[in-house]
């Protein structure tokens, strides 16, 4: 039992996980003067995935961080987006239209890039302890508002804090320790979909003109679909989603040892016009790295808080990845707690419910509209041919400009911080 002696350090506000979702957090607390620490299991930061594209709505906070002018200069403008089934271009979907109506374009850039910034902007080894794995959180049951909360490392290590904030992913340690200790709503209830992902990030494409620097691609083959996003120099970064055919452990969520090939022997031989040959493999096999994972759908979401401990980003609700918006909503949630936070320190003790009844409905309404976007994109928004019919229909058909109007209410809504 560890046992918590005069010389146990003390913040205001312990991060558990120094994920996207986390570092912002840090990043918003240092500049308001809080005083926290981030705990990261993980020896060295290893961020999952190969490229990361940001959108409108978290483009306003990353800004308010100074980090908007650094992300524009190592990342690429998505101008448009070409739809294609097998082959065929169904046509361009004009996404340089949303500077004009959201005040940015949405950007793709390199993945660990991009939390390398994050990481700094939080205070970087100041702040960030590595190779703490955070096993408990002692003191939830004194919920009163005045007990101090003690978290504790597997290896007995103690540090104390007012807040608590999980930020520790999809297989939200905090959020378990919340659902045994005090009755959350939910346990974990993540559950495998039955899918895998692979993603890369590609060297530069020399064959590539200026005419495609910007373009992605939403491709839609057969059995599967792959998306491929510019980044800066004509890189791309690339995400595929296709049905596992047992070949995976379900509990696992990387697949180690992952290569070029593995990614080849599924999408290799299809096409995709950015490969030199008009092959996938060309593309794939220009990259500096490839990542396969299993893909995995939430059940049933918790509260975001409980007490004085809250949770955000994919501890919270996790998305599927088909308009890529988990990170963007993990950013949103960072911004909005950082006030909470500030707020509730301050003495306002209802401020981070405030936060969980803010987050909880915008994350919802994102996680829903992902799911039946998924739905819609791979042909099984309805049952027999209608669901291919309705696919075609709304690539084919839908003008760009109503794209961007409808997606108003999801990249239109940009949280910054208000206190200072
Ligand atoms: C292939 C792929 C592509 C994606 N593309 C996009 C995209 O383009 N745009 C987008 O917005 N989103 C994208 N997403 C989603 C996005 O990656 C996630 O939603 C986002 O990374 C979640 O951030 P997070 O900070 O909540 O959690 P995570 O990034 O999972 O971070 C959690 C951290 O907590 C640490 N941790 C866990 N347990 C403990 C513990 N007990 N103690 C201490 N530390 C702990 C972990 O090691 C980790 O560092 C993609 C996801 C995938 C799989
Ligand atoms: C995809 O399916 C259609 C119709 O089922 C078929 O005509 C076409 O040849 C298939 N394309 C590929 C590349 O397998
Ligand atoms: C999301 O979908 C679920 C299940 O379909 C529904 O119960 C819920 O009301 C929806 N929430 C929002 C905010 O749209």
């Known amino acids: 039992m560890p046992s918590s002696t005069p010389s146990t350090p003390k913040v205001s506000v312990v991060i558990v996980g120094a994920g996207i979702g986390g570092l912002t957090l ?3 607390l240092r500049r308001l003067g809080i005083s926290f620490v981030v705990l990261e299991r993980t020896a060295v930061l290893t961020p999952q995935g190969a490229g990361i594209s940001l959108a409108p709505n978290c483009l306003a906070a990353l800004a308010q961080l100074g980090l908007y002018e650094k992300i524009a200069r190592n990342a690429q403008e998505l101008l448009g987006i070409r739809v294609y089934r097998e082959k065929e271009c169904w046509g361009t979907i004009d996404f340089g239209l949303a500077k004009r109506w959201f005040g940015y374009n949405v950007l793709s850039i390199e993945r660990h890039e991009f939390h390398g910034y994050l990481y700094e902007a939080a205070g970087g080894e100041g702040v960030v302890r590595l190779g703490w794995n955070v096993a408990d959180i002692l003191g939830l049951e004194r919920d009163n508002g005045d007990g101090v909360l003690r978290v504790v490392s597997d290896d007995g290590r103690e540090i104390h804090a007012d807040v608590v904030v999980g930020a520790d992913g999809i297989r939200s340690v905090t959020r378990r320790i919340l659902s045994r200790s005090i009755g959350l709503k939910s346990e974990n209830t993540i559950r495998f979909t039955g899918r895998v992902h692979m993603s890369g990030y590609t060297q530069p494409l020399p ?12 491709m839609l083959y057969n059995d599967s679909i792959l998306t ?12 595929g989603v ?18 070029p090939d593995t990614v080849n022997g599924v999408y290799g031989e299809k096409f995709h016009p950015f490969g030199k040959d008009g092959t996938v493999k060309a593309i794939v096999d220009r990259s500096e790295r490839v990542i396969a994972s299993n893909v995995f759908e939430e059940a049933d979401f918790p509260h975001m808080v409980q007490g004085r401990v809250a949770l955000l980003g994919d501890a919270a609700h996790s998305m599927t990845s088909f308009f890529g918006q988990g990170a963007c909503q993990a950013i949103e949630d960072a911004t909005v707690l950082a006030d909470s936070i500030s707020l509730f320190l301050d003495g306002d003790k209802n401020a981070l419910e405030a936060y969980s009844r803010v987050r909880e409905k915008r994350a919802q309404e994102v996680a829903n509209f992902s799911a ?14 209608l669901g291919k019919l309705m696919r075609a229909l709304v690539y084919r058909l839908v003008p760009s400009s109503a794209w961007m109007w409808y997606l108003e209410w999801l990249y239109g809504h940009q949280p910054v911080s208000k206190r200072r």
């Open 26 to 28: 840090a990043a918003f």
């Open 242 to 259: 296709k049905r596992a055919d047992n070949l995976v452990n379900p509990d696992r969520s990387v697949w180690k040892g992952a290569t």
């Open 372 to 385: 039946n976007y998924a739905l819609l994109h791979t042909a099984r928004l309805a049952p027999l041919g």
């Open 228 to 239: 491929t996003w510019p980044c800066k120099e004509n890189r791309q970064w690339f995400i």
């Open 207 to 218: 064959h590539l003109s200026t005419n495609d620097l910007g373009y992605g691609h939403w």
